[in-house]
């Protein structure tokens, strides 16, 4: 599909606090609240090589499986997203591309692990009242 | 108090420059340009477990207080401010919710020490001028 | 000169736009685009002490001279932008400062190198349609 650039700042914006109250929600853990950003059929894919969840309820499944493994480990981890791209595509979706660096803390440790180097390669269905994603797809600078 | 999400585009915007503006001057030790972003009762924590200062003239004197263990030691600090979640209360002031991860660099060293990972907590009161800190607390990663 | 603080927040978006699309092409290496974004005369001078190049042109050759030194080093660097304060100055261009930090990765280690932390100054040449930078000067924290 060609792209064209965004002309819509306020659209812009709009993307910004979207990703700033869907991250918070999925570092303090509110799953759910996190998987209800996807649309009914949006997929999910944090992981290359993998099969991408699918639709809100499958997306919090798995995000529920992937943290058990630290469940021993209380790790929190803060995304930090900056430098995003807006294109339009020719359907009205909205294609995203935007860094992100994961920071890591854990109890007593002052200075954070900071990890992994990430692109997040989302397409955004947007309407008047709301924005919800139809994909993503986390690129890993190290593997590539 | 009940919060709504915040719709005004226009203010988010305004917010992210007024953090700019603000941090950029705490970071070049303009302490008083950053103490007159609060209102007359303004209050800031930077500790938890601490009294908070209140009021630009004793946020000042605080700020220069703290720093004064810098004395002998010539770090820059860079706060880096991401994620922003923006939410109406009901007595028309703004809670602001903010990613915060603080970079320091001391001459001769390229490479930066990267801490602590926080979370500022704020209230903004916000008219068609100006923004003016209400509150502000820092919550640390590391000790919770 | 002397230089009054930006209130159009418009302008505040489309300059964190262009600063996202341009720092997106220059570590994706597609230094022709990254040049594109000066004007004619544009200057721009990524090391202290050197000559800053004048032109798109120049500006490109110098980018790819300066990338010969990691032919045998597949680094790849992400450009993170932060806390932009803008200023119209009295000619009408904008002044702009801006945090940055760079996080390198190379193939196989998960954990980025993260620096070094800098001082972007930029002069922007803004009109309806687009924005270019007449001048760029990138102040090091570790020299000053």
Chains 1, 2, 3 share one sequence.
Do not use: K
Not at 79 to 104: K, M
Not at 127 to 132: E, F, K, T
């Amino acid at each position: 599909m060609t792209a064209t650039p965004l002309t819509s700042t306020d659209l812009y914006l709009r993307v910004q606090h979207f990703y700033a109250r869907q991250m918070q929600a999925l570092d303090e853990g509110r799953f759910g609240e996190y998987a209800a950003t996807f649309t009914g059929d949006g997929t999910f894919q944090h992981t290359p090589g993998t099969e991408p969840a699918v639709g809100p309820e499958r997306i919090e499944a798995e995000l529920h499986r992937f943290h058990e493994r630290f469940r021993d480990d209380p790790v929190r981890r803060r995304h930090y997203f900056n430098q995003i791209v807006l294109d339009e595509l020719p359907d009205g979706s909205v294609r995203s591309t935007v860094y992100a660096l994961i920071v890591r803390v854990r109890p007593g440790d002052r200075v954070p692990e900071v990890w992994p180097s990430c692109v997040v390669h989302d397409i955004l269905e947007v309407n008047d009242d709301r924005i919800l994603l139809r994909s993503r797809v986390i690129g890993y600078d190290h593997l590539e």
